[in-house]
């Protein structure tokens, strides 16, 4: 069974049998990160869902450092390769098998442009991921609205990973709108309480979610057995 370690903010690992997948590795700056990017076991991969500096993050250094590829939206994807970083482009609505497990590219609402790109050339749509490990499937929500095309997401989720922290995204009773829409079996909150603009109690999530599903709370540095 594969397990999630949470390092803050909306940055997970995921540990699968024979797989290790890094998604969001916002950690230099994020007064939440348990560990540094030069800390962090080799990941088969990077998944990024947008090119905020709070997700983006240090996915190019630990791609280069490691030599493995990101996969962004593809704006996104040919920004990280003019940056020297291997990349696998995708976009919204498409899924692939890959060695490391089945990604597949979902909507999110939000703004898509890429912090460090001064030319602008590479704004794009963001994202959220669908990611099959061992036959269970966790979508990362990436940064986004409550929207109706989370209805299409229903029965295809085991584990969902939602932001909570209000201002920039959900807040946290439509997170619990998404999870009523998603029906997954667990949810584990996320994006909020780094930074003062997205200060949520989460019990408010847990409030909202109801009996839907199972919440867990995790703490930076935290790992759960899926
Ligand atoms: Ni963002
Ligand atoms: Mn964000």
Known sequence: MPTLIFHGHACF????????ILLDPFLTGNPLADVGPDELPRPDTILVTHGHGDHLGDALAIARRHGVPIVAPNELAMFCRQEGADVHPMHIGGSRDF???RVKMVVAFH??????DESGRFTTFPCGYLVTVDDLT???AGDTALTVEMQLLEGRVDVMLVPIGD???MGPEDAGRAVAMVKPRLTIPMHFNTFDIIEVDPERFRRAVGDVAEVRLLNPGDAVDL
């Open 111 to 116: 703004g898509g442009g890429v912090d460090a």
């Open 99 to 101: 060695p490391f497990g």
């Open 13 to 20: 690992e995921l540990v699968g049998s024979s797989t290790r």
């Open 167 to 169: 201002n920039f995204t």
């Open 138 to 140: 966790v979508y990362h």
